[in-house]
């Protein structure tokens, strides 16, 4: 919740993660974050109970886990926490990928290309 005691926009805040990933963790405490957060099988993440199914996406201190684990950016909805998790990063954006972008959607093909989406909080 923000200062006026309204949900953030993009539904996840750091107290919505678990509390080990709020601090500089090793691999292991990543690894055991991991295993508790297990949501693949069941309709909620078992330990924080964070619903999952087709629309929505996995429990987020899973997905956090797996991007510090793997040293990869944080998915876009999750990327506004990237100042708040210590190790977390996001996709930085080129001055060149625009003008790349806008001529690989314009280039011929058998269906014209989806539309691009740019995450929320990446100040561009």
Not at 5 to 24: H, I, K, P, Q, T
Not at 30 to 45: E, I, K, M
Request: proline share 8%; aromatic share 4%; glycine share 8%.
């Amino acid at each position: 919740m923000n200062a006026a005691g309204e949900r953030a926009s993009s539904g996840v805040l750091l107290v919505d993660l678990d509390r080990r990933l709020a601090g500089f963790t090793a691999r292991t405490v990543r690894l055991q974050v991991l295993v508790n957060h297990d949501s693949q099988r069941s309709g909620h993440c078992p330990t924080c109970r964070w619903a999952v199914d087709r629309g929505r996406p996995g429990c987020p201190s899973y997905a956090v886990a797996l991007c510090l684990l793997e040293n990869r950016p944080l998915p876009s909805w999750l990327a506004h926490l990237a100042d708040q998790l210590p190790g977390a990063r996001i996709r930085a954006e080129k001055p060149g990928d625009d003008a790349r972008r806008a001529e690989e959607d314009a280039a011929a093909g058998l269906f014209p290309a989806p539309r691009r989406v740019r995450p929320r909080g990446t100040g561009t």
